[in-house]
């Protein structure tokens, strides 16, 4: 899985650098995973969100996208820079858990080119929302609308660290930075 992953991200590496900003996303859906790639100024990641692709059935059916939202309210749109963004979500099935359990949604991963914040802004006020629908209709009767709950960590240009967050309904999540 992780070889796949990285040769997906490489493939991503490869396509946005060949894109412009607020260039229409160059997204795809195969049978075990869907790809984003888009690249986006500081002033777009405002604007616009990460949204990966839907398949006709999921159109249809009227099931959510998966989102990635900006946050930075104090940006320094001065800086004025270009970020690639390559958004991967893998088949949830492809994935182990620990004790078995299983997950909710399909995991997503989002690689930046560039962190979209000026080094003198605090890391809590840059960040990403990621909004991930259930990916199984059929484990839709255990989640209901009142059922949200944010999760927030703090990544920093090269240092890389993992955590994990234990939610309240006794399922975990994996947050890499």
Do not use: W
């Not at 690249?39 to 949204?51: G, K, Y």
């Not at 709950?149 to 890499?176: A, D, F, L, M, W």
């Amino acid at each position: 899985i992780a070889e796949m992953l990285s040769l997906i991200q490489q493939t991503g590496d490869v396509i946005s650098s060949n894109m412009l900003p607020g260039q229409h996303p160059l997204q795809s859906i195969q049978s075990q995973f869907r790809i984003s790639v888009s690249v986006l100024s500081t002033e777009q990641l405002q604007d616009v969100p990460v949204v990966m692709p839907r398949n006709t059935l999921e159109e249809v059916t009227g099931v959510d996208a998966s989102e990635i939202y900006f946050h930075n309210p104090e940006s320094n749109l001065s800086l004025q820079t270009n970020v690639r963004l390559v958004s991967t979500s893998m088949r949830s099935a492809l994935t182990s858990t620990p004790n078995g359990a299983i997950y909710l949604s399909n995991p997503v991963t989002l690689s930046l080119s560039s962190l979209p914040c000026s080094g003198s802004l605090k890391s809590s006020q840059c960040g990403f929302d990621f909004f991930m629908p259930n990916s199984d209709t059929s484990l839709s009767q255990y989640a209901t609308s009142n059922d949200s709950e944010i999760v927030s960590t703090k990544c920093r240009k090269n240092y890389p660290h993992s955590t994990t967050h234990n939610c309240s309904n006794g399922y975990s999540i994996n947050i890499t930075c």
